[in-house]
């Protein structure tokens, strides 16, 4: 039972290379998140997917292009990195229809990315 | 985006004693979720308690507990008999109604529970 999973957990990059971040879920959940997390600001919704080949814009997308072909893959890439993306990214996923207990997301344990 | 402001961006608490934290936001829905999520060193985020605007009644999980003011639009967490293992941020989240999905967080409190 793999869950949510992100890879890698660490990267470093230079200011201006192109990055991925990839993100699997082993639940078939329909929705998908990405967040990023900085001090200060909690965690901030970048973009999210309500279904494979359904994606919109989040709270900070600029910088940021998504896809989502199957339903259990949700990567995250920076097409030209900036400093200002340095954060820790989270991946999380929500069933459409919630369990006895309610809605929840249930979250990947965060890449850290760092631009130079 | 919606707002939701923690007030507080650190506490600390002595083992065994209560801690309350608190949790403010701004919406104009009436049927919304609130969530508090819980993150120790390791990153893991772990949902601690959920509460529904429409259920008047606080919700409860152990020694969580939330004060639900839906007039007030806050919403505390108070964690009673704290334990070493309590030490973490914890996040306050919202999502506007059944059908949103998305959540918004506020900015995080950090706990340090002491021996």
């Known amino acids: 039972d793999a869950g949510i999973t992100q890879s890698p957990r660490y990267k470093i990059t230079e200011t201006g290379r192109q990055v991925t971040l990839m993100c699997h879920q082993t639940w078939s959940h329909s929705y998908m998140f990405w967040y990023r997390q900085d001090l200060g600001h909690g965690l901030r919704l970048i973009y999210y997917?309500?279904?494979?080949?359904?994606?919109d814009k989040g709270e900070v997308p600029d910088g940021y292009v998504v896809s989502r072909s199957k339903t259990e893959n949700f990567p995250l890439t920076l097409e030209s990195a900036t400093r200002s993306q340095t954060s820790v990214y989270f991946c999380?996923?929500?069933?459409?229809?919630?369990?006895?207990?309610?809605?929840?997301?249930?979250f990947g344990p965060g890449t850290r990315l760092t631009v130079t | 985006a919606q707002t939701v402001t923690q007030s507080q961006p650190e506490m600390s608490v002595q083992e065994a004693e209560t801690v309350t934290l608190s949790c403010t936001y701004d919406t104009s829905e009436n049927n919304y979720y609130l969530f508090w999520y819980k993150q120790p060193p390791s990153r893991q985020m772990i949902l601690v308690i959920r509460q529904e605007a429409y259920k008047q009644q606080n919700a409860t999980e152990n020694r969580f507990s939330v004060n639900f003011q839906k007039a007030a639009k806050s919403f505390s967490l108070k964690i009673s008999d704290s334990q070493l293992g309590d030490t973490a941020m914890y996040f306050c989240a919202f999502m506007k109604h059944k059908n949103d999905y998305k959540l918004s967080f506020g900015a995080g409190t950090t706990v340090t529970v002491r021996a």
């Open positions: 999380a996923s929500s069933p459409t229809f919630p369990g006895p207990e309610g809605y929840e997301q249930y």
């Open positions: 997917s309500a279904a494979a080949d359904i994606t």
